[in-house]
């Protein structure tokens, strides 16, 4: 069973700044999608886009992380990272990995990120 693991989250105050790294326990054969949700405080059943990169690095954002978030991809290690700028106290969340490799949706555990006013 494939396993994501992420790091990189932490405390940080209003303005600053987070890098966010997943990796695939092992290699696919072919992974389609890659990115990031970010699951709010409370919500444990809500989950909305934070970025997402395909394996032609299309990107896509969340409406609300445009021009702040930058995702990137690497294809030969099935791993993608997150960089967070100008961090608000509404980002605050747990932000899970996922990989989707045209069969099924991988997840990792999420790394929680906190962003204090």
């Known amino acids: 069973q494939v396993q994501l693991v992420e790091s990189g989250g932490g405390l940080v105050q209003a303005g600053g700044s987070l890098r966010l790294s997943c990796a695939a326990s092992?290699?696919?054969?072919?992974?389609?999608?890659m990115g990031w949700y970010r699951q709010a405080p409370g919500r444990q059943r809500q989950r909305s886009l934070v970025a997402r990169i395909d394996s032609a690095g299309v990107a896509n954002y969340g409406d609300s992380v445009k021009g702040r978030f930058t995702i990137s991809r690497d294809n030969a290690e099935n791993a993608v990272d997150l960089q967070m700028h100008a961090l608000k106290p509404e980002d605050t969340g747990t932000y899970l990995c996922y990989l989707y490799d045209n069969v099924q949706n991988y997840w990792g555990q999420g790394t929680q990120v906190t962003v204090s006013s």
């Open positions: 092992e290699r696919l054969p072919f992974t389609h999608n």
